[in-house]
């Protein structure tokens, strides 16, 4: 049944649903309404797992690693400053290989403070390990989570769900939540395999010291792990999609499509001429522009990362003229960290006319990204100059 609710209670109870063993967590705006869900569940005897009240993110990525380490399913959730303190662990996590799966509602970072979104916590850490998914909603992120346990399971990498804070965690919106058989027939319970986890029947090492003899290779197996871990990430989506009757969105424009392959979506006329790119919810609102304003421009929108699909990219956009890069964070002193991204990827085009790549700053510290920003960039990027600008 389709519910109204509260973008941090849909993740609540999806992850009621998944039924980790182990939670833990440190409550930070905007995250927050996403334990304490969990936290009530548990108080009113919903759910059966074990509730760790942390002291802090630091001891909150620790507690989770070390049960993960022990082989259980764990969870945690986090946000901005709160991520930057647990980044020792995120990497250890990631090194030893552990499947934990993190909700980040992404926060800017300080100084100065702030509280609202855009994606410069998220992407502070981007070279953890981690495999990084980007939700546009509150049904995306249900799907993404159920992905995200699949996926680290299966490969034994830790995930991080990305849901922009407030404007997808304290928002109300249609949503349909899986049913429990659902959930079990995709992600059953988990049974690690022998000697990926502590087990005193079966000792091992995880995370023990390495010597220049063998460290470049263990982060070589890491890096290619990652990197091919693209296909596992789309089987899972199409899997998800099948059990639980996912259906293609429909444009509201008749002459628009819709190209959606699990890892990116392409939204927008057959032939378009500029094309902006972007993560999370601002593609909604990237959507709704194009289809109300402009002929000629459609969206693409990247769900992952982490790895990033640079050929899934390029096969999209290899004969778009201009490529708006939407970037909510910034390398200082350089561009956007997703225009850097997509303009690597981009050396992959053999065409001899190459498009112009411009990345563009927007909604930095949960600024409005608004129409009148849209039509700027527009004005932009048919411009000589390709400098990064901020638009706000």
Known sequence: MKQILEGSRAIAETIKLIKPSVISAYPITPQ??????????????????EYVRAESEFAAASIVLGASATGERVYTATSSQGLLLMTEVIFNIAGMRLPVVLTLANRGVSAPITIWN???????????????LFAENSQEAVGLHLVAYKVAEKLNLPVMVNVDGFVLTHTYEPVILPSQSQVNKFLPKYKPLKGTYLDIKNPVTLGAFATPEHYMEIREELNNDIKFSLMEIQKAIFSWRKISGWKKEKPANPSFKVLDNGLVEYYGP???????VGMGSMMGTVKDFIEKNKKGIGALKIRSFRPLPGKDILNILKDVKYWAI?????????????TQEIKAASLGIKSKKRPKIQG?????????????????????????????????
């Open 360 to 392: 563009f700053m927007v909604g930095l510290g949960g600024r409005d990204i608004t129409a009148k920003h849209l039509e700027k960039i527009i004005f932009w990027i048919k411009k000589k100059n390709d400098q990064a600008k901020f638009i706000g």
């Open 118 to 132: 855009d994606h410069q916590d998220a992407m502070t850490i981007r070279d953890s390990g981690w495999i990084m």
């Open 270 to 276: 057959k032939n378009p001429e500029t094309v902006f």
């Open 326 to 338: 939407l970037d909510k964070s910034v390398s200082l002193g350089e561009e956007g960290v997703l």
């Open 32 to 49: 927050t309404h996403i334990v304490e869900d969990l936290a009530k569940l548990k108080a009113d005897g919903k759910a059966d797992w």
